[in-house]
């Protein structure tokens, strides 16, 4: 009676002897009924896709001694659940859903092209060009506003304002659902909008240019410049920090937030580059460790 397992245990082999092609063809051949697993438990696609790469790469690392008993199929089930549940513990479950991946259901498609909203009646070649260097020096004027406003609100430690300012203009979100998600004060989380608003406008009228220019900037704008320049983001060595949790409280909250409430999906596969370093670099430290203790015991052999 032939053994249903022979042709998995003719892939393990291959895979065993570094055949780069039947790992591929594994990949492909499971790739998506886990994906379709981990995205009915998940809500975020970009999580779940996470989630199941980690799954191919715990598989490929026990390869060498693995005995399979079932099938490959069950094996690479089996971690995937084993992963879902570990999710389920870690710091980022709390967050139901995230803020960017909620509010921001168009970010994927690109930035809108500003002369895209051209008026059809209005052909005029000259137009395009002055409307187009005006969008640009706008940009340019919030760039620096927003700038100006983040690290205010940075050096001062008014994390509490720069959270309010983060989920109005990075998040979209209404006053009432900011209120609701800092545990504040609506009155409250509107004089930081007003105060914000304020301080954009005094920047803009100080610029000469678009004094004269009767700028209308809309809150997508601001978006939009928030988002591609990332004006909140935290720097890599900060983001570290955090990894170590040597930041101060108020910065650990703040990153904390970034990460786990806004979701900025930047600084969250910023965050799994350093972890996944980080874990290289402990698995590295370790076996030198393990050599140095050991590598005596050789000379005596
Ligand atoms: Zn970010």
Redesign the pocket.
């Known amino acids: 009676m032939p053994d249903p397992n022979q042709t998995d245990r003719g892939v393990l082999e291959a895979i065993r002897g570094g055949d780069a092609a039947a790992w591929t063809r594994l990949v492909e051949e499971y790739q998506g009924r886990l994906l379709r697993f981990a995205s009915a438990r998940v809500p975020q696609r970009a999580d779940a896709e996470d989630i199941v790469q980690d799954t191919f790469a715990s598989f490929i690392k026990v390869t060498k001694t693995l005995q399979i008993e079932t099938s490959i199929e069950t094996y690479l089930f089996g971690i995937l659940r084993n992963r879902l549940v570990d999710r389920l513990r870690t710091r980022w479950a709390r967050s139901v859903c995230l803020i960017q991946d909620v509010c921001r259901t168009g970010a994927d498609e690109g930035p809108v092209e500003p002369l895209a909203r051209m008026p059809a009646t209005d052909p005029s070649v000259s137009w395009c060009v002055s409307h187009s260097e005006q969008r640009q020096l706008q940009r340019q004027v919030l760039t620096e506003a927003l700038q100006q406003l983040i690290r205010g609100f940075q050096e001062a430690r008014k994390f509490r304002d720069l959270k309010v300012a983060e989920m109005v203009f990075y998040g979209q979100l209404t006053s009432v659902e900011i209120a609701r998600l800092l545990g504040l004060e609506e009155g409250l989380v509107r004089v930081v909008k007003h105060r914000c608003l304020e301080a954009i406008r005094a920047r803009i009228a100080q610029c000469d240019a678009l004094k004269d220019a009767s700028i209308s900037y809309s809150e997508d704008l601001l978006t939009e410049v928030w988002e591609t320049q ?1 004006l ?3 720097k890599r060595s900060v983001l570290s920090e955090f990894l170590l949790e040597s930041l101060s409280p108020e910065w650990f909250d703040y990153v904390d937030f ?2 786990a409430l ?1 979701g ?4 969250r596969a ?1 965050f799994k580059d350093l972890q996944e370093q980080q874990t290289g670099d402990q698995h590295t430290q370790f076996r030198q460790r393990i050599v140095t203790s050991t590598v005596g015991f050789l000379s005596e052999a």
């Not at 900025?264 to 600084?267: E, K, P």
């Open positions: 990332r909140s983001c935290p970034h990460l806004m900025c999906h930047f600084c910023n």
